[in-house]
């Protein structure tokens, strides 16, 4: 039990384990690359090459990380360079799309999802850190799952949209799943703009992230089969490769290792339950 007021909500020492974290992501970057260079129209060979350098240099740079057992600035800083100049060529690529320029096989939300992930792991690998001094802690907290929860809405969306229209039973499926995740991304922004209040307990936000961890591992456990039928070629969708599906099984297991780091930390702003005078 909590006697007074507990710490006053800012950050403790949380730094993450960057060579784990690079590894993560890096792969994931690399497979954005690819999936940029299959979505491309063939007669733009100029943007095909660059999709393709990308992916080269961050399969290179994948085995360095594999090699490696800690990070050491130089190897930090190639990391940034190389993401930094992702960051831009997905930044050229959604404006390309939105101004129409090219006619691609991808929708322009994903490029913009798949910047936006891109653009996290950068302020990550600058601060070491899920959450960053100076601000009330329960507010990035929240802002971490509103990120995560935005991630696998779209997650859906996206595969709905690849799915064959005969696909009735996965579709509703797919449906299910969108709005309650849609629900929750709602919810999630609710509580963290409630949290800016600076409260000293919010319990609502604990029962909350647990409800959360639940829905994100039967999206994974659906993203998982979804794998597993278009590996056996038992599903009728346009998905480009099974691993687009492995790619977003892999993110909703990050997002759950992050909810519990999350969990963890709301855990100071509980406070035991009141009962009736």
């Not at 384990?17 to 299959?38: A, C, Y």
């Not at 992702?86 to 910047?115: G, S, T, W, Y």
């Not at 009735?168 to 797919?174: I, M």
């Amino acid at each position: 039990m909590f006697e007074g007021k507990p710490d006053t909500g800012f950050l403790r020492d949380q730094r993450i384990d960057l060579l784990q974290e690079s590894r993560f992501w890096i792969r994931i970057f690399k497979e954005h690359s690819l999936f940029i260079r299959l979505g491309l129209p063939c007669d733009r060979l100029d943007l095909i090459s660059e999709a393709q350098g990308f992916f080269e240099e961050l399969s290179a740079l994948e085995d360095v990380l594999m090699a490696r057992r800690n990070l050491d600035s130089r190897l930090v800083q190639e990391i940034r360079i190389a993401v930094t100049d992702l960051v831009e060529f997905k930044e050229r690529i959604l404006r390309m799309l939105i101004q129409c320029e090219i006619h691609a096989n991808m929708f322009p939300l994903l490029i913009d999802h798949i910047r936006r992930e891109a653009v996290r792991f950068l302020r990550l690998l600058e601060t070491g850190r899920l959450t960053s001094p100076g601000r009330h802690l329960l507010t990035q907290l929240m802002g971490t799952e509103v990120f995560w929860l935005r991630i696998m809405k779209e997650h859906i969306e996206f595969i709905q949209h690849l799915l064959d229209p005969s696909e009735r039973v996965l579709l509703r499926t797919l449906e299910a799943m969108r709005i309650r995740f849609s629900g929750a991304l709602d919810t999630a922004r609710d509580l963290r703009s409630m949290s800016e209040s600076n409260p000293d307990y919010f319990n609502t936000v604990i029962r909350f992230t647990d409800e959360v961890m639940e829905l994100v591992r039967q999206l994974r456990d659906v993203k998982a089969q979804a794998y597993e039928l278009l590996l056996q070629c038992r599903m009728l969708s346009a998905i480009p490769s099974p691993l687009l599906a492995d790619h977003v099984r892999r993110e909703a297991d990050k997002f759950l290792e992050d909810l519990k780091v999350v969990r963890q930390e709301l855990q100071r702003f509980e406070t035991p339950a009141r009962r009736p005078q």
